[in-house]
């Protein structure tokens, strides 16, 4: 079964930064469009960055001009780049991703990581 595997979140001050990584679980799987959510305790999941199958991203306004997502040249890998963490970026972050195999895409969830950002 294939799945999606998120790595990189973790505990960081505020001011600093971390990188998070979604793969397929089989690496046969292109990454099309793909799109970074997250979800603090007691409020709605919400989209915080995509990307498109040609490569055009955007940002939640939240974090726009900190963080960054982009995809590796095998397009089997997207990141998120998230420099001057604020202790409100606290959340479980999910990767969503439309994975390619062949002529047929589906798509997938991550099972999120924890980011959490103390002050």
């Known amino acids: 079964q294939v799945q999606l595997v998120e790595s990189g979140g973790g505990l960081v001050q505020a001011g600093g930064s971390l990188r998070l990584s979604c793969a397929a679980s089989?690496?046969?799987?292109?990454?099309?469009?793909a799109g970074w959510y997250r979800q603090a305790p007691g409020k709605q999941r919400e989209l915080v960055a995509a990307i498109t199958t040609g490569g055009s991203t955007n940002y939640a306004d939240s974090v726009k001009g900190r963080f960054t997502i982009s995809r590796n040249g095998a397009k089997s890998t997207v990141y998120l780049q998230m420099n001057s963490l604020k202790p409100e970026d606290t959340a479980v972050y999910y990767c969503n991703a439309d994975l390619l195999l062949g002529f047929s895409s589906h798509n997938y969830w991550g099972q999120g990581t924890q980011v959490t950002v103390s002050s």
């Open positions: 089989a690496s046969i799987f292109i990454v099309e469009a």
